[in-house]
């Protein structure tokens, strides 16, 4: 039996309730087979079976009271992945669905995803089966406070340092970072995705939806094609959602889509930045659902529990959640003529889909590269909280629209180099991996 089909057994016979784990781990040890092959030192330092299984797992009661008196009690949960490179780095979620397979395998993918933007940072993840719709403020800053409660003594800005996810924004971080300074009395950059004024970096609210859209624009380079008037189907509209859709209608491209877990607007006129502000209002202030767009906008059409994938699009950016591209929707992307995909959300693609759209020659951008941009910024807003400095907006994209550049070329030179040119996939878990591998083999077995 191969190193690599070996590594994999184990982790399914350990955890065999995971399969969201399995997944993102079988995605990238089935392209890794040349790389032992080039370099033995790996096996023999077993570097697979260490970098499969978390450096620290931590679960914890997260006890809170509602608006009724009634005491709830969630789970909360933080999974420090790998820190040969750096400090733990990866987002909190919250969402029903969150459970530690879930949680696995983000951090599993955070791991190589921070790699590749060239920043001293580790992988982590977290988060709780915390639902946030529906709470009022007061409630939903109660769980965080709890949360927190028990969080704070396992973080820090050197050690280990949680980001927004699904159901985690701005308020959520506010309301975790004033808990972890009063527990711990100190500020200090523990937390990203702050609010501007008080740390957080100007950018990083656009800055994973941003990236998914240079690092689709490189990918369209390659081939000689560009954004402008391309129509572009994209799910969700959450924070990397409508950043992406405000990057492609800068560009010039054509936004025909957009989603929440209900169901999907299509407008064939396109929305435009007055339509985007308007969802923005929707979702982040009065935190409604997508459907209440065509009331707004009487030629747009809603389809309800559906997604996005069967309307006629030149491009796609799944941005939403994991497994939302599954074999249907790709076959219809491929039917319908799709030339790329930028992954925003972790793991959009089923690996079924993903052989569909691979076979049909789709131009591929994997979310571990693609939606790289949203940590590379937390990542500087770490560095701007060290200095105790501010950089403007300015620098911020402009650092990011370079390290996205440079991810799209560390992917493409390592497929390449392994004899697998344009294919980004391999590509991107082959550099990811390499440089881990490289600093957990000068740091010793630990
Ligand atoms: P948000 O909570 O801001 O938005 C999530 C969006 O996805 C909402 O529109 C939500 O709809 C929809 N959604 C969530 N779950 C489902 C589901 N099961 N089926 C259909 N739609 C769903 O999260 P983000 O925008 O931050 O995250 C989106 C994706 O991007 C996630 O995969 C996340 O891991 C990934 N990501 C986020 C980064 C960031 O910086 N925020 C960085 C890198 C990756 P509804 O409101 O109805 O639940």
Redesign the pocket.
């Known amino acids: 039996m191969s190193y690599v089909k070996d590594a994999f057994d184990r982790v399914k016979l350990r955890d065999p309730e995971q399969p969201e784990f399995h997944q993102a781990v079988w995605e990238v040890l089935e392209t890794l087979e040349p790389v032992f092959d080039k370099h033995p030192e790996y096996k023999d330092a077993n570097i697979l079976e260490r970098l499969t299984e978390p450096e620290r797992v931590i679960t914890f009661r997260v006890p809170w009271v509602d608006d009724n008196g009634a005491v709830q009690v969630n789970r909360g949960m933080r999974v420090e992945f790998n820190s040969a490179i750096g400090p733990y780095k990866g987002?909190l979620?919250f969402?029903p669905?969150v459970n530690l397979g879930i949680i696995k395998f983000?951090g599993f993918e955070q791991i190589l995803k921070n790699a590749l933007t060239t920043r001293p940072i580790g992988g982590g993840k977290g988060g709780s089966d915390f639902n946030p719709?529906g709470k009022s403020d007061l409630e939903v800053m109660r769980f965080c406070q709890s949360f927190m409660t028990e969080l704070y003594r396992h973080i820090g800005a050197n050690i280990d340092v949680p980001?927004?996810?699904?159901?985690v924004?701005g308020r959520e971080i506010g309301y975790m970072f004033g808990q972890y300074k009063r527990l711990t009395g100190k500020w200090e950059g523990v937390l990203t995705?702050k609010g501007y004024g008080w740390g957080g970096s100007l950018i990083r609210p656009e800055?994973?939806g941003y990236g998914q859209v240079y690092f689709l624009r490189e990918m369209l380079a390659s081939k000689g094609e560009s954004i402008e008037g391309k129509a572009c189907a994209i799910?969700?509209?959450?924070?990397?959602?409508q950043y992406c859709a405000e990057k492609i209608i800068s560009y010039g491209g054509k936004v025909i889509t957009m989603?929440?877990?209900?169901g999907y607007i299509f407008d064939a006129d396109g929305i435009d930045e007055s339509k985007l502000a308007w969802i923005m209002d929707l979702?982040n202030n009065r935190r409604g659902?997508?459907k209440e767009y065509v009331k707004q906008y009487p030629g747009a059409v809603y389809h309800e529990g559906k997604r996005p994938w069967s309307e006629k699009c030149d491009i796609a950016l799944p941005?939403?959640?994991?497994n939302?591209i599954e074999e249907k929707g790709a076959n219809s992307l491929v039917k319908n003529g799709c030339m790329a995909i930028s992954e925003?959300?972790?793991m959009?693609t089923s690996p079924e889909a993903y052989a569909i759209l691979s076979k049909a020659g789709v131009l591929f951008g994997p979310?571990k590269a693609a939606?790289a941009g949203?940590?590379a910024v937390s990542a500087l807003e770490m560095s701007q909280n060290a200095a105790f400095d501010e950089w403007t907006s300015e620098k911020v994209d402009s650092k990011l629209d370079q390290i996205m550049t440079g991810i799209h070329k560390q992917c493409a030179d390592a497929a390449e180099e392994y004899n697998q040119k344009g294919n980004l996939v391999v590509g991107a878990n082959i550099a990811g991996f390499i440089k881990v591998a490289e600093a957990m083999l000068d740091q010793g077995v630990v």
Request: charged residues 15%.
């Open positions: 987002g979620r969402h669905s983000l719709k980001a927004g996810d699904i159901g924004g995705g800055a994973t799910s969700g509209s959450g924070n990397v959602a989603s929440d877990s209900g979702k659902r997508i941005s939403a959640t994991q939302e925003g959300a972790n959009p979310a939606n949203g940590v």
